[in-house]
C-alpha cells in the first residue's frame, strides 16, 4: 500500500495549491481519509478528513472556509484545495487512510492520527510573506 502526495510548492500568501494523495496497493474507496501537516518544530496536526462517500467532511479551524477536501473514488486519489494561504501554513502536507478490513458507514470521518494506519512521505508546502 503506497499513499503518494504532490502538488505542494512555494507561493505567496494569498495564493492557492492544490495537493493530491494518490493511493495504491488497494482501494480505498470505501475508507475515510485524512489530511495532516507538520511544521518544522511543531507536532503533526489534523488539518482534513472526508468519508468514503464525499458527503462529509470536518476541517480545522485553523483552515476552516479556506481549504476543501474531496475525492476521486475511480481514481483512489484525494484532494485539498487550499485557498488564501497564510505563512502559518508552511509546512509538510501528509495524507492518510485507515487499515482496511473494518466497516465505515458513509459520514463517518477521523480528526485523529490514530484513526490512520497508511501515511505518505509528505509534500512540502511554503508559503511566503
Known amino acids: 500500500v503506497q499513499l503518494v502526495e504532490s502538488g505542494g510548492g512555494l507561493v505567496q500568501a494569498g495564493g492557492s495549491l492544490r495537493l493530491s494523495c494518490a493511493a495504491s496497493?488497494?482501494?480505498?474507496?470505501?475508507?475515510?481519509m485524512g489530511w495532516f501537516r507538520q511544521a518544522p518544530g511543531k507536532e503533526r496536526e489534523f488539518v482534513a478528513t472526508i468519508s468514503w462517500s464525499g458527503g462529509t467532511t470536518y476541517y480545522a479551524d485553523s483552515v476552516k472556509g479556506r481549504f476543501t477536501i474531496s475525492r476521486d473514488n475511480a481514481r483512489n486519489t484525494v484532494y485539498l484545495q487550499m485557498n488564501s494561504l497564510k505563512p502559518e501554513d508552511t509546512a509538510a502536507y501528509y495524507c492518510?487512510?485507515?487499515?482496511?478490513?473494518?466497516?465505515?458507514?458513509?459520514?463517518?470521518?477521523?480528526?485523529?492520527?490514530?484513526?490512520?494506519?497508511?501515511w505518505g512521505q509528505g509534500t512540502q508546502v511554503i508559503v511566503s510573506s
Open positions: 496497493g488497494r482501494t480505498f474507496s470505501y475508507c475515510p
Open positions: 492518510a487512510a485507515p487499515r482496511g478490513g473494518t466497516y465505515y458507514s458513509s459520514t463517518y470521518y477521523s480528526t485523529t492520527s490514530k484513526g490512520y494506519d497508511y
